[in-house]
Structures are given as structure tokens and as C-alpha cells.
């Protein structure tokens, strides 16, 4: 009987108990019920569990982890005809961080555990970097940056060898990570106008709902105009065709551009390349920005060359063949310089650098509706901002619009 209670301690609840520990802050978020308390100490108990839970149970935390951050990415799969596979894209996810955090199995030693769950802060498996450890931190009393998580993970280690009384030097040396808040960086004296849309993916494509969307996208735009702003953002794929081959439109954005400067998302073709871009108008002048980091099995197949086309044309029927530019776009509006970064982009380390205050971020969060994923999102802006100072003026279809710092 002991052996059985047990088995169902490591097997089940120090799994569940860590999962949730780890994943608290997400759904905490999403239900706008966000405490810092609870973050801290949610977070905290499951990078103890970690730790020293018996190496039995880090995989099956490591499953359910996986699931509890990453179970909306196969809604997307549905658009592609594949609504089938979303499960088994959920269960995959899972397996994959099974695998991730059961490395930390392959020890009993605290501070061995340590090391393995620093260094996994620098590998994104598929080349998808949405499962950082550190994110757990982004609402919380513990400061996000490297070495605070370090000092985290080695206080929380220290603790195995230390005694009675002694045991409190472990927590002064997690003191030591503590991060009373984030000012609020400057504003740029430029008057911006993001557009929230809530358009469904089983419509946005429709080419008989095509009419109204434009229509839609021009009336935002002028009441933008109207309302006296700089600059009016809309989402990723707010004109959902290649508006390169559509002069018509391009000439009445750059009549309006004479009024207020315009960045909308849409689609671009060239020499037989698709590009998933950003159309930035101002006094008539037009800026194509280009993305320049894809989304994995979304935008591009993360697999060797032999499979990624067999996979390509076979399951996505060739939906995953867009191309990037070699470097992100800048433009300047009232003498202040902004960085364009695409949906998955703005979660992305490469696109904030320290000569970039500002980012314009767009989306198109309707692939993932209803879920997390916004949230997520979200989470991560909100971390590379703060570790860069940074601020991002986001436009999104289906969640996730606003300012973040």
C-alpha cells in the first residue's frame, strides 16, 4: 500500500503540482487575475519540485508542462484542412517537453539539476523559443535576466547542503535576484493608432468577405485621420491578398498617407517569392517591410531539406513556402526611428537591439482562437521589452493589441 501511495505521489501529483507551479503565471494572465505573490511563490515551488522531486517524476512534469503552454498550436492545423492532427500536434508538444525537462531525470543531484535547467534557457527545440524558463518570472518579485535566474536556481539548490539555521543564507542569496519593478521607458512624442480586429480565420480568407474587410480597413484609417493621429497600425494580414498586385488600393492608402502615416500587414509577391510583410505608406511614399524570422511549420518546415519539401507539399499543400528578408525594416516619423517586427517576429530576441527604443509589432492571433496564445504572446513582448528597455505598440486580429513595456 505504501509503495502504491507512493508511486501515485511521484507519478501524479508532484507532476501535476510542478506543471501547474510552472504554467500559474500563463493562465493567471489570461484571466486578468495577475499577482505577483502568487507568481513569485508559484513559480519558486515548481523550480524547487524540479529540483529534487524524484527523477521518475520530471518527465511526466515535463509532458504536462508542454500541454498547458503549448496545446492551442495545432488550432492553426484546421485552416490547413489537417483539424485532425490537432491532438496529436498537442501530444507531440507534450513528448517534446518530456523529453526537454526529463533531462533533468538523468540526476538526483540538486545542483547537477541546476546547471541542466540553466543551460536548457538556451536551447529552443524546432527553433520555437516560446518555452523560456525565465518567462516564469516576467510578473513577479524576481528580476528576468540570466544571471537572476542563475542565482535563483543555486539558492534554491544551496539549500540541499545547507542546515538549520544556515538554510536562511540560501534565501538571502535569492534576495539578491529580487526586482522591486519596471519604469515605464519614455514615450515617443508621436500620436499612434492601434487597430484591434476580431475577424474569424474561417472568414478572413473568403474572398466574398474580401469587400468588407477592405472597406473595414479604410474606414479605420479614416477615423484615424479624423482623430488626429500620426500614425494608425493595423494588424498582420489586414488586407488579406497581395497587395502588390492590387495598384487601386496601394493608390488610395498613398492618397491618405498624405494625412496620417500608415502601416498595415498584408501579403507581397516577387519574383515568384511570397513574402509575408508589413506595407509602411507616409506623404506617398511606400516602404515594403519584409519578415525575417518565420514561424516554424507555420511559415517554414524547422526539418532537413529532403523532408521539409516532402512535408511542404504534402501536408501544408505547399502553405509553408514564404521567404524572408536578410535584416529587419526601420522607418522614421517625426524624427523618430521604429523597427517593424511580424507576429512571432516581436517574440523574437534578434529584432531588439540597443539602437531600437521602439518596435511596431503586428499579428494575426485568429489562427489559435480560443486559447492562451494571446496571452503567451503577450508574456513574452512583455519580457524582451523590459530586458531592453524597450517599447512595443502591438496591432492584433484575434487579441493581444496594445502597448507593452
Not at 75 to 90: D, I, K, N, P
Not at 123 to 152: H, R, T
Not at 392 to 399: L, P, S
Request: hydrophobic share 50%; net charge neutral.
Amino acid at each position: 500500500m505504501k509503495l502504491r501511495s507512493a508511486a501515485l505521489i511521484d507519478l501524479f501529483y508532484l507532476p501535476l503540482a510542478i506543471a501547474f507551479g510552472f504554467s500559474a503565471f500563463i493562465y493567471i494572465e489570461h484571466f486578468g487575475l495577475t499577482s505577483k505573490l502568487v507568481n513569485t511563490a508559484a513559480a519558486l515551488g515548481a523550480l524547487y519540485g524540479m529540483l529534487y522531486a524524484p527523477r521518475r517524476t520530471l518527465p511526466i512534469a515535463g509532458f504536462l508542462i508542454g500541454l498547458l503552454w503549448c496545446y492551442w498550436i495545432g488550432f492553426s492545423f484546421q485552416y490547413y484542412g489537417l483539424g485532425w492532427a490537432t491532438e496529436l500536434v498537442a501530444l507531440g508538444f507534450g513528448i517534446v517537453y518530456l523529453l526537454f525537462f526529463g533531462i533533468l531525470g538523468l540526476t538526483s543531484n540538486p545542483l547537477i539539476r541546476a546547471v541542466l535547467l540553466f543551460a536548457l534557457t538556451f536551447v529552443w527545440p524546432m527553433d520555437f523559443n516560446w518555452m523560456q524558463p525565465e518567462l516564469i518570472f516576467v510578473e513577479s518579485y524576481i528580476g528576468i535576466q540570466k544571471w537572476q535566474f542563475a542565482l535563483v536556481l543555486f539558492a534554491l539548490a544551496a539549500a540541499y547542503w545547507l542546515r538549520g539555521w544556515k538554510k536562511g543564507l540560501s534565501f538571502l542569496i535569492l534576495i539578491a535576484a529580487y526586482e522591486p519593478g519596471y519604469t515605464q521607458p519614455a514615450m515617443p512624442d508621436v500620436k499612434i493608432k492601434l487597430v484591434s480586429t476580431d475577424i474569424s480565420q474561417d472568414f478572413k480568407w473568403q474572398r466574398e468577405r474580401l469587400y468588407t474587410t477592405v472597406r473595414e480597413n479604410f474606414d479605420a484609417i479614416d477615423q484615424a485621420i479624423a482623430e488626429g493621429y500620426d500614425l494608425v497600425v493595423l494588424p498582420e494580414s489586414a488586407f488579406p491578398l497581395f497587395l502588390n498586385r492590387e495598384r487601386e488600393l496601394i493608390e488610395q492608402l498613398k492618397e491618405r498617407s498624405a494625412h496620417i502615416a500608415i502601416l498595415t500587414g498584408t501579403l507581397h509577391e516577387e519574383n515568384g517569392l511570397n513574402y509575408n510583410v508589413a506595407y509602411y505608406f507616409n506623404n506617398g511614399e511606400v516602404t515594403v517591410a519584409k519578415k525575417t524570422i518565420l514561424v516554424p511549420f507555420g511559415e517554414y518546415i524547422p526539418l532537413p531539406e529532403f523532408l521539409r519539401e516532402w512535408v511542404n507539399r504534402e501536408v501544408f499543400g505547399g502553405g509553408s513556402d514564404f521567404v524572408t528578408a536578410d535584416k529587419p525594416t526601420d522607418f522614421t516619423l517625426k524624427g523618430v526611428m521604429f523597427r517593424n517586427a511580424i507576429c512571432y517576429e516581436a517574440t523574437r530576441a534578434e529584432l531588439y537591439t540597443s539602437e531600437v527604443r521602439y518596435l511596431i509589432g503586428i499579428s494575426n492571433n485568429g489562427w489559435f482562437k480560443p486559447s492562451i496564445e494571446p496571452t503567451v504572446q503577450n508574456l513574452l513582448i512583455r519580457f524582451y521589452a523590459r530586458k531592453n528597455n524597450t517599447v512595443v505598440f502591438h496591432a492584433a486580429n484575434g487579441g493581444g493589441s496594445g502597448i507593452v513595456y
